[in-house]
């Protein structure tokens, strides 16, 4: 364990020193992909139960690593991320039998959310330098305990400036994909002007380092017309010049435009403009309820585009 966390100070030391350094980063192709937010809600959701298409690219997304302790009165732990999550359903055994199933299916973590144990999961780092060691350790450590293939980014709240935030995510990527600890990297804004403010900032310095915007467009007013969704596709195409843009839609009743309302109907429009590279659902947990139905349309559709 010693040795473990004395050659992660060596490539964090090498990170910090050559990361100023570097423009570029050979990311995986990224193909049309499905992903699937799973183990946030305790449901007793598992991989097995959640249908899988062979014919097209799937990432299960642990939710949540939180760098907060699990108490009752949770306090930010400057980069030593806990794993929150369902682990009696979703272990690494777990990952290990679905992966051997399914030669399709990755299985990531994502970091943050809205909130832990009924407190805001804010962002609080005490240095930028020591969040990053701590973060690279933690996460690290976590990765290759459950033989993870991507990280995702999911802060939902902040107390230091953008900077701040995008220095602290953005050399934590880079040392991730540099040292092949995962493959795959995203972020996951939505519209509001505080949250954006901070992923607009990573991407404009790292964006070069993150393979897929999550944008949650289920954060929009619910009722959303199919009109409005492809505006909002566009802008965000815009704040993310150059990203593929992920569409996506809760399966808890909670706003944007919904597989109900044409949500299919638009991505059918955006894969006859070459613009769908994928659909994200919040989340397993929810779509248990209905057999997970909209994974499966959502799938096909998909599929039928490669």
């Given amino acids: 364990m010693e040795c473990f966390k004395f050659c992660i100070s060596l490539l964090v030391l090498q990170t910090l020193l050559t990361i100023s350094r570097i423009t570029a980063t050979v990311s995986p192709s990224c193909p049309v992909v499905f992903r699937e937010y799973i183990g946030a809600l305790g449901k007793n959701v598992t991989f097995s139960d959640v249908p899988i298409n062979p014919n097209v690219e799937f990432h299960f997304l642990l939710s949540f690593a939180i760098d907060y302790t699990n108490t009752n009165s949770p306090q930010p732990t400057n980069g030593d991320f806990l794993i929150y999550w369902d682990t009696d359903n979703l272990t690494p055994s777990h990952i290990s039998s679905v992966k051997a199933k399914h030669k399709n299916v990755k299985v990531g973590m994502s970091l943050g959310g809205d909130t832990v144990n009924g407190k805001n999961a804010t962002f609080a780092p005490t240095s930028i330098t020591s969040w990053v060691r701590n973060a690279i350790y933690s996460i690290t450590k976590i990765a290759k305990e459950y033989n993870l293939d ?69 954060a929009y007013v619910k009722g959303t017309t199919i009109p409005q969704f492809l505006q909002y596709f566009e802008t965000q195409r815009c704040n993310y010049k150059g990203g593929k843009i992920l569409v996506s839609f809760g399966t808890n009743n909670i706003g944007g435009l919904s597989p109900e309302h044409g949500f299919f109907d638009a991505c059918t429009i955006l894969r006859s403009q070459g613009k769908l590279h994928g659909i994200f659902i919040w989340s397993a947990d929810d779509s248990m309820k209905d057999h997970f139905r909209y994974e499966k349309l959502s799938q096909n559709l998909l599929a039928s585009a490669t």
């Fill in 150 to 218: 991507a990280i995702d980014i999911d802060y939902e709240h902040f107390n230091v400036d953008p900077d701040t935030f995008a220095e602290c995510i953005g050399r934590l990527l880079y040392f991730l994909k540099q040292n092949n600890v995962i493959s795959y990297t995203s972020i996951a804004p939505y519209a509001d002007d505080s949250v954006q403010v901070h992923y607009l900032a990573l991407w404009r310095k790292y964006g070069h380092l993150i393979d897929y915007v999550n944008f949650q467009f289920y």
